[in-house]
């Protein structure tokens, strides 16, 4: 009852909207770790509402991992299913569409192997034939200096999707 990110993210959205200079219709949504995969699922399930979304060492499937199970089941309840419509993979296996995707993850990330595994993404995308650019970037962990090297990178993704 008391996680709300969702409805916290999209009353920001509106704040940005309502409150400065900017047109709706040409809105990105980016984050880090838990907010990579935050941005991942916002961009899933209402795609109307962003036109660009990408993610550093986003958790892919928390449902799945210890991590994600240990937080889905405290702010969520037991009720795994109920988990599926605040996963990326999940949502996406259930039909969730985006136009394109960009995550980068470090090769040197501690969490890598047992709590992002972003080859579950990749599967996904696949399957669902959602473009994803997924880059793995060699000697970098989970630290903000691997988001600040690679977040021009990031920028230049969602000026161009949102000049389009």
Same mark, same amino acid.
């Given at each position: ?20 200079? &900017? ?65 990326? &993979? ?75």
């Amino acid at each position: 009852r008391h996680y709300r990110m969702y409805s916290y993210i999209h009353e920001l959205r509106e704040l940005v909207v309502n409150e400065l200079p &900017v047109d709706g219709g040409r809105i990105g949504i980016f984050g880090h770790s838990m907010g990579g995969h935050g941005a991942l699922t916002m961009a899933l399930k209402r795609p109307d509402a962003f036109r660009s979304v990408s993610a550093f060492a986003p958790i892919a499937a928390p449902s799945l991992c210890p991590w994600g199970k240990k937080a889905f089941s405290g702010y969520l309840g037991d009720d795994r299913q109920s988990w599926r419509k605040h996963d990326a &993979v999940a949502l996406i296996e259930d039909g969730a569409k985006f136009s394109d995707l960009l995550v980068d993850y470090g090769g040197a990330d501690p969490f890598l192997a047992e709590q992002l595994r972003p080859e579950l993404l990749q599967a996904a995308c696949e399957k669902a034939n959602i473009p994803l650019t997924l880059r793995r970037q060699e000697g970098y962990d989970h630290s903000y200096y691997f988001i600040s090297s690679f977040m021009g990178d990031h920028l230049r993704w969602h000026a161009a999707r949102l000049k389009a």
